[in-house]
Each structure stands twice: as C-alpha cells, then as structure tokens.
C-alpha cells in the first residue's frame, strides 16, 4: 500500500451536507496538508536524515531528506494547482483500477483520460531521478532517489506521483474499491471479499436508508 496517494485521493471527501470537501482548496488548506503529511513525503523519498542540534538531541522541526526542507517550501497557487493536477491523475487512475465498477461518485465527471493521467503521473515521479540502495554499516537498507530535482516542489509532487505509481503496480490494486454509501466519496482497500463498505459507520449508515427506503417505498 502506498499511503501516501491514498491521503492526496482522501483530500476530496463528502462534507457532511450531501456535497464534496476539498481539502485542497485553498492555499492555506493545501500547506495544512503538506505539513501533516509530511512524515509520509520523506518515508517515499527515503527516510528523513536528523540533523542534531546543540546537545546531541534531534532537530525534529527539521526534516531533510536529499535537501528537501519543508521551511524552503513556499506553498502558494501554483503549487496548490500541481498538487491538485496530480491527485486528479492518482483519482482517475484508482478509478481505473476498480472499473467496471462505479468510480467515487465525486470523480463523475473530472477523470482524466487514461493516457494524460499516466503521462501526468509519469512526469511527476520522473523529478526523482533514479532509485539508488543505501545499506550503512549496522543499519537497515534504505532506497534513496538520486540524480533527480532538489526543488521543495518538484519533489513533494514527485514523492505524490511515486507513491501512486507503486501502489497502482501492486497487487494491493487488486483490493482498490470506491465506498458506494450514499455520503462517501472515498476509496478504500478491502480486507476481506464481503467487505463493501469503505468503514462500518457507512455500512450502518446504508443499512438504515435502505430501511427507511424500503418501509416508505409507494
């Protein structure tokens, strides 16, 4: 599974009032996501290297990996707009994946075309170069990408675009199902072959409609 396109798909979801949230619609909104997804950006992109501050103790307000410092980023429009051109290839890809059937009803009507989505995909992890092993003497092995960008940019919508194209290539897409309950918008991987709902609370939540359907029905 690759959380980290799973958390830029899961910034479009229902609103609570039978509409769609977006949870990158603003500038302010899409720099609250960066922020708290952070940890995800830099496990794609390799691990974050602790840069250590007077004392010995970690500089956990820092997180660097291959140069990408978070406090050189500056989110402002046209960042918002690669990022959301982005999760629009990782959505209409997902839709893909579980055709033939339904996509998220929020996707009706916004999906790319297969080929531009890929292409989109494609040239957003191209900016991290090639993936190169790192294994330190008494550590794990760790995949670093080399050769690629140093932007803040190129490699937050590059980490976006990797994780996408690993899941997509896994056989987690197998498990890939969009939520069909009424209020949900969401994709979700599925646990088990009865498994339809995205969570019990929309299970329970589709239960009871059909109830009231059924009981007021002619």
């Known amino acids: 599974m690759a959380p980290l396109a799973f958390e830029i798909s899961a910034t479009i979801r229902h609103d609570g009032q039978g509409g769609v949230a977006d949870g990158l619609a603003t500038v302010e909104l899409t720099e609250t996501w ?8 830099e496990e794609v992109l390799g691990g ?13 307000s820092s997180l660097r990996s291959r140069g990408f410092d978070f406090s050189a980023l ?16 990782v ?33 957003a992890a191209d900016a991290l170069g090639s993936a190169q092993l ?12 080399a050769g690629g960008a140093t932007e803040p940019v190129e490699l937050l919508l590059g980490a976006v675009g990797r994780s996408g194209i ?13 939520c069909p309950a009424a209020r949900c918008v969401k994709y979700f991987l599925q646990d088990d072959p ?6 019990p609370s929309c299970g329970n ?14």
């Open 166 to 178: 690993d899941f997509l290539a896994s056989p987690d897409r197998l498990r890939l199902r969009a």
């Open 194 to 199: 009865r498994q339809t709902w995205c969570s």
């Open 134 to 145: 790192e294994w330190p003497d008494g550590g794990e092995p760790i995949v670093r990408w």
């Open 91 to 123: 959505r209409s890809l997902f839709a893909r994946a579980v055709s033939p059937a339904p996509p998220s009803k929020a996707d009706d009507g916004r999906l790319l075309d297969s080929a531009t989505a890929l292409r989109r995909l494609n040239e």
């Open 74 to 89: 500056v989110v402002d429009d046209g960042v918002r707009e690669q990022l959301v051109g982005v999760r629009r290839a």
């Open 48 to 60: 974050p290297s602790v840069e250590e501050m007077p004392g010995g103790s970690p500089a956990s």
């Open 205 to 218: 939540r589709e239960r009871v409609n059909r109830h009231y359907q059924r009981k007021h029905a002619g």
């Open 34 to 41: 960066i922020r708290a997804n952070a940890p995800l950006v």
